[in-house]
């Protein structure tokens, strides 16, 4: 674990961040494509 601790705590959160973030885009861009069907299917 001696590589974590060279790597500075920021750069852990940067990844967290950048994982949440992306995961964020995906999952409103499945709801958006959700409600698009719905109202062309109406």
Same mark, same amino acid.
């Given at each position: 674990?001696?590589? @974590?601790?060279?790597?500075?705590?920021?750069? !852990?959160? +940067?990844?967290? @961040?950048?994982?949440?973030?992306?995961?964020? !885009?995906? +999952?409103?861009?499945?709801?958006?494509?959700?409600?698009?069907?719905?109202?062309?299917?109406?």
């Amino acid at each position: 674990m001696r590589v @974590f601790g060279k790597m500075s705590r920021r750069n !852990i959160y +940067y990844i967290f @961040f950048a994982m949440g973030f992306s995961a964020l !885009i995906f +999952y409103c861009c499945k709801l958006y494509n959700m409600y698009w069907e719905k109202r062309i299917k109406k």
